[in-house]
């Protein structure tokens, strides 16, 4: 079993079992078992709102008992603490599944994080580029020479 903590300092466990999948069907409409397939893998990943859904509803007994609503739950969860709460729904739901499985399920994960590490990479040296600045330096001379044509145009047209 795997732990995360929110932003309120709350540590919850997150374990998944036939129980769980059945609860987060119920809950969220959402089939953890199509994590097989990949696709569950980058909804979780990319849609921070889905993925508070399912950890809810994977840790709702806990919440329950801590007299934690779904919307407390949803407050508690931003930056580092979805970050952690990511790795451990998805590890645990990779060690949910069967050996065969479990090798494939942890390879695709290896594969979006890889993704994911490289895109930002990039990201963050395109934003470090020497280039950006000269393009942004120049997209506001544009703009600031387009507003001074615009006032003085304006400026010649006679009043009726």
Do not use: H
């Not at 950890?55 to 739950?73: H, M, N, P, Q, T």
């Amino acid at each position: 079993m795997k732990t995360f903590t929110d932003n309120a300092g709350r540590t919850f466990t997150v374990a998944v079992n036939v129980d769980t999948i059945k609860r987060v069907r119920s809950l969220t409409q959402v089939n953890l078992m199509d994590a097989v397939e990949g696709k569950l893998l980058e909804r979780l990943v990319t849609d921070p709102v889905l993925l508070c859904d399912v950890l809810y509803a994977v840790c709702k007994v806990e919440a329950d008992a801590k007299g934690i609503s779904d919307e407390d739950f949803g407050r508690a969860m931003a930056g580092d603490a979805i970050d952690g709460a990511t790795t451990a729904l998805l590890e645990e739901l990779v060690d949910f599944f069967p050996q065969g499985k479990r090798r494939v399920l942890s390879k695709a994960l290896a594969k979006l994080r890889k993704l994911e590490t490289q895109v930002m990479a990039a990201v963050e040296t395109r934003l470090d580029s020497p280039e950006l600045d000269r393009l942004i330096e120049s997209e506001l001379k544009r703009l600031t020479a387009s507003v001074g044509n615009s006032a003085e145009s304006s400026a010649s047209i006679p009043a009726p």
